[in-house]
């Protein structure tokens, strides 16, 4: 996962992440597509700040190749557990 890889860039290391994804699919013209993804992510990272966290995990949540192949809304609940 791309977070992880960002985490590790940062000099970080994760003890747990746990991502679920809500899609929303819509009927469209006829067909149905995907409209909204809501993220969840959960995780737990020694050392990590909240400022850092959330700043990683947007960057992450921005650099997303599958994310920028989906015309839909893309949001990020994240939270950083003790």
Known sequence: MAFSMILGDAGLK??????NA????????GGFAITAV????????????????????NKAKEGCPVSKVL???????????G
Do not use: H, M, R, Y
């Open 71 to 81: 015309n839909a809304k893309i949001t990020l609940d994240a939270t950083l557990v």
């Open 38 to 57: 809501k993220l969840i992510l959960k995780a737990k990272i020694p050392g990590a700040t909240q400022e850092q966290f959330e700043e990683l995990s």
């Open 22 to 29: 809500e899609v929303t699919l819509d009927q469209v013209d």
């Open 14 to 19: 994760a003890d747990s992440i746990d991502t």
